[in-house]
């Protein structure tokens, strides 16, 4: 199956502070998400992203599928930031997510 | 915002005991799917359902388990007889078509004693 592989697999930040968090995956897909769950708590949605940037405040995302890999940019980071961070997604021709191992990252203040 | 609803939040069982986990899918989706995490690990797919019936499932989801759409809004997943390995967190998701956005509720977490 697919591998999906995010780095890096835990990141400490000060509140203030920028980070790049990336997806890379070893199959070509037709839609990559990128979830924010704190623990034992929702997958939160914050880019469904198959390809090409979007932006929502302080958060970015950029899917180069052809290369294969994502990246999520956070921007002024705060302490309501912290938790983990999963890409997910989907291969041509399947109908269901595969996750990567996600990012669990900590905002100090 | 249409949202994914399940309940109950956290629901503790016997080992043994049979445990149905609900789901509000989003209203004109067609896609609906349940997803698993047991603590501190990825999320797993566990089966994908269309048109009343199961389109796809994974290795996990053996006998032990069911899904079912018993009304127009409804969406459940049954565990026959829980096992302590069954704890985890339970994900329903939703999408109006196949590999498209999907929505995923806030998840129950199933605890087996």
């Known amino acids: 199956g697919i591998q999906v592989e995010q780095s890096p697999p835990d990141l400490i930040l000060q509140e203030g502070a920028n980070s790049t968090l990336r997806c890379n995956f070893s199959?070509?897909?037709?839609?990559l998400q990128w979830f924010h769950q704190i623990p034992w708590g929702q997958l939160i949605n914050l880019f469904y992203?198959?390809?090409g940037t979007k932006q929502n405040g302080r958060l970015s995302a950029t899917t180069v599928a052809t290369e294969r890999y994502s990246l999520l940019y956070i921007s002024s980071s705060q302490t309501t930031d912290s938790g983990v961070y999963f890409c997910?997604?989907?291969?041509?021709?399947?109908?269901?997510?595969?996750f990567g191992s996600g990012t669990k990252l900590n905002v100090k203040p | 915002e249409p949202e994914v609803t399940q309940t109950p939040s956290h629901q503790v069982t016997q080992m043994g005991q049979e445990v149905i986990l609900r789901c509000v899918p989003i209203?004109?989706?067609?896609?609906f799917y349940w997803y698993r995490q047991i603590l501190g690990q990825k999320v797993e797919f566990l089966v994908s359902?269309?048109?009343?019936?199961?389109?796809?499932k994974s290795e996990i989801f053996d006998d032990q388990f069911s899904v079912e759409r018993p009304d127009g809004s409804n969406f459940t997943l049954k565990i026959r007889s829980t096992k302590l390995e069954d704890s985890a967190m339970y994900f329903c998701?939703?999408?109006?078509?196949?590999?498209?956005?999907?929505?995923f509720g806030q998840g129950t977490r199933l605890t087996v004693v």
């Open positions: 997910a997604v989907v291969v041509w021709n399947f109908n269901k997510f595969y």
């Open positions: 998701a939703s999408s109006e078509a196949q590999r498209v956005e999907a929505f």
């Open positions: 209203s004109n989706h067609l896609y």
């Open positions: 359902f269309y048109n009343n019936e199961i389109s796809e």
């Open positions: 199959d070509s897909v037709n839609n």
């Open positions: 992203i198959p390809s």
